[in-house]
């Protein structure tokens, strides 16, 4: 059974500060990694995907990537209180070409404290 | 604007009985999905079709059905078979099977009176 593992929180960081985020899988071959945001009651949306190992940044996001230890991470900078939802790591497996292979961990919940 | 729509908001469920969920999309994609979201559960996926008139199982598909008659169209009949169907629906689509960015519709909470 492959997983995806997040902590689900809550993580509560102060605003202004940096939000860390991590995700742990299972399948040491899996090649895409995606972070989804989820407001309470809403749908999620798609933040910020990475496919090689290292660092992307977008705005305040920067998502990590370590194949080696199979984990991704998701810092979010200067934190708002806007950021305050759950986030959801999700992987996919070797050799996919469709969502449909796509394993959600079951998502961190962050609060920003003014 | 285009995006997925999906209805009712809320649906209630009586015992024995099969409900609908409809989720229409005006994105022109070609692959939609429905997924199921537990409290505290990452979300799973009940059925998923690439094209009109093919769909396939997901990792719970057991107690579902659906339909790709249309393109924009991908209904989702939770059946009595189902038997613990509370859970907040979602239902989203992608440009193409290749294209693993997903855009959600805003998801319907079932309960069971």
């Known amino acids: 059974q492959k997983e995806v593992e997040q902590n689900s929180g809550p993580l509560s960081v102060p605003e202004g500060a940096i939000a860390s985020l991590n995700c742990t899988y299972s399948?040491?071959?899996?090649?895409?990694f995606f972070w989804y945001r989820q407001y309470s009651g809403k749908s999620p949306e798609l933040i910020m995907f990475?496919?090689?190992?290292g660092d992307k940044e977008d705005g305040r996001f920067t998502a990590q990537l370590n194949k080696a230890s199979q984990y991704v991470s998701l810092l979010i900078r200067d934190s708002q209180p806007s950021d305050s939802a759950t986030y959801l790591c999700a992987v996919s497996p070797p050799g996919n070409f469709g969502n449909e292979k796509l394993t959600f961990g079951t998502g961190t919940r962050l609060t920003i404290i003014p | 604007d285009g995006g997925i729509t999906q209805s009712p908001k809320y649906l209630f469920r009586k015992e024995g009985q099969n409900v609908t969920l409809s989720c229409e999309q005006n994105?022109?994609?070609?692959?939609m999905y429905w997924y199921r979201q537990d409290p505290g559960q990452g979300l799973r996926l009940i059925y998923y079709?690439?094209?009109?008139?093919?769909?396939q199982k997901g990792d719970i598909a057991e107690g579902y059905s659906v339909s790709r008659e249309k393109k924009e169209s991908f209904p989702l009949t939770v059946t009595s078979a189902q038997k613990n169907p509370t859970a907040f629906y979602l239902c989203?689509?992608?440009?193409?099977?290749?294209?693993?960015?997903?855009?959600f519709g805003s998801g319907t909470q079932l309960s069971v009176l």
């Open positions: 990475i496919y090689s190992n």
């Open positions: 399948d040491r071959g899996s090649q895409s």
């Open positions: 989203a689509s992608s440009a193409s099977r290749g294209n693993e960015k997903l855009f």
């Open positions: 994105l022109n994609h070609d692959a």
């Open positions: 079709s690439q094209i009109v008139n093919d769909f």
